[in-house]
Structures are given as structure tokens and as C-alpha cells.
């Protein structure tokens, strides 16, 4: 199957784009769109072996880097998921991938898509996620220690959930099926990190895997039960905390 430049260049973005992540995004946190703190991405960096889904990779690495360049201890990155740009309507899966992959930043977190049918999805650089916000794809990278104070990355995975094959209509399943798949079982990809403890790596053929990633990466937040949160509960925390709250809106 063949791929025309602006095919590639999307599908190979998702490993090399670098992020600011010392600025904040000029849209406010969208209220509207209903993925607020719906799930948290979570990645274990304690371990020798660290996989990292890609649309957190550049976050990750920075963490990493505090770990090996100033002696931090963490072992564990947790990121929101939540809708931080305006929802898009587009007809093609190629216009979704390219806005998905290639434009949505690591401040945006993750952007609506509308297909002119009334799909629903949402997604970012690497990530594909249905309307009740669960992976469809997912791309991931593998590091390992490289001496004591450098990581090299050694592997790209490509998971695809099963539904995609079990519930094949979609505008994004056929999409995944027909063109993301293929063009990572043929190409490889090269990887370019944003910190200088880890080295670059070129020519890494990507494993496609199909399966359940979700509860590899992604946690569901416990909801409050009336019992835990009630409205005489609330009542009281503000009352006791009355002072504090006065200050804080400033009356």
C-alpha cells in the first residue's frame, strides 16, 4: 500500500513534534464539551523498562530527566484527560488524523471531533479514543537505561482495542483498519527526544498489537457517592472553612 508525503509526515509527527510545556493554553478549560477529568493517564517510571503512551512523551521525559539529571525519586506520571480546545466538525478520516495527530497540543490534552454523520470521537497525537472516551489506537515508546544518567528509546507498540475489528462501520475504525495499520506494519519511525538524557533513535520498526490498553494506561477517577458528598456535608466544609473561602473570592 502506498502513502503520499502528507501521510507520512502525519503518522511519523506523533514521535518527533516537541512541546512548550512551560506555557499554559490560551483556551480556558472547556466545561462544555463533557471529558472533564473523565479518566487519568498513568505511567510507572520507577522501573529500568518504561513504556509511555506518546501523547504524554515529551511530559514524561521531563520527568524523567529530573529524576536523572537532579536526583528526584519519582516513580509514577499522572496526567488529565479532558477536552482544552473547541470541538471540530470534519467529514475524512485523513482531515481527523491530520488535526488529531499534528495539531492538537500537549496544553489542548484532547479535541472533539464531530464527523459529518454525528460520530463522536476524541483524540490527540497518538490517541484515538471512541464517544464513551475509550481507546480505539494508542501508540506507545519503550526506554530503557542507557549508563546512569541516559535513557534510549528500543521500542514503538501501535495498539488497536479489538472493537475496531468487532465493530468495523465506524468513519475512525475504518480508518485504523485500512490505512494507520498498515502504514506502521511497513515504515519505520524515528524518534526524537526533547531532553538531552535521552539519546535519539532512527529506524524502529513498530509491533501493532491488538488489545485492551485501557487498564495498562488509563484510570477511571472514583465518583462520590451521595453517602461520601452530601449537601450537608459540603455545608459544613464551608463553614468551616468559611474565612478561607471569603479570602479566596475575595468579598
Known amino acids: 500500500m502506498d502513502f503520499n508525503f502528507r501521510q507520512i509526515q502525519t503518522y511519523t509527527s506523533i514521535f518527533n513534534r516537541a512541546e512548550d510545556l512551560s506555557l499554559l493554553s490560551n483556551t480556558l478549560l472547556n466545561l462544555t464539551d463533557d471529558a472533564v477529568f473523565k479518566r487519568f493517564c498513568t505511567v510507572n517510571i520507577g522501573g529500568d523498562d518504561i513504556e509511555i503512551p506518546v501523547f504524554v512523551k515529551f511530559a514524561v521525559e ?18 488529565p484527560m479532558y477536552v482544552n480546545t473547541n470541538s471540530q466538525v470534519r467529514r475524512t478520516f485523513d482531515s481527523i488524523i491530520k488535526q488529531l495527530f499534528m495539531r492538537v497540543c500537549f496544553n489542548d490534552r484532547l479535541q472533539k471531533i464531530v464527523t459529518s454523520k454525528g460520530e463522536v470521537y476524541f483524540g490527540t497525537r497518538g490517541l484515538i479514543l471512541d464517544k464513551d472516551f475509550s481507546p480505539l489506537l494508542m501508540c506507545t515508546v519503550n ?4 549508563g546512569n544518567d541516559m535513557m534510549r528509546y528500543t521500542k514503538v507498540t ?3 482495542h479489538p472493537k475496531v475489528f468487532l465493530e468495523p462501520n465506524g468513519l475512525m475504525q475504518k480508518a485504523i483498519n485500512k490505512n494507520i495499520v498498515p502504514f506502521y506494519l511497513t515504515n519505520n519511525v524515528s524518534l526524537t527526544p526533547q ?34 458528598c452530601s449537601n450537608e456535608m ?18
Open 62 to 79: 521531563k520527568i524523567i530527566n529530573y529524576n536523572l539529571k537532579f536526583g528526584y525519586k519519582y516513580t509514577k506520571v499522572v496526567v
Open 143 to 146: 526506554c530503557e537505561k542507557a
Open 158 to 160: 501501535i495498539y488497536v
Open 195 to 228: 531532553f538531552d538524557s535521552f539519546m535519539f533513535s532512527s529506524d524502529i520498526t513498530p509491533q501493532v498489537i491488538i488489545a485492551d490498553m485501557t487498564k495498562k494506561f488509563i484510570e477511571t477517577p472514583s465518583k462520590p457517592t451521595p453517602k461520601n
Open 234 to 251: 459540603i455545608n459544613k466544609m464551608l463553614n468551616d472553612n468559611i474565612e478561607d473561602v471569603l479570602d479566596i473570592i475575595r468579598i
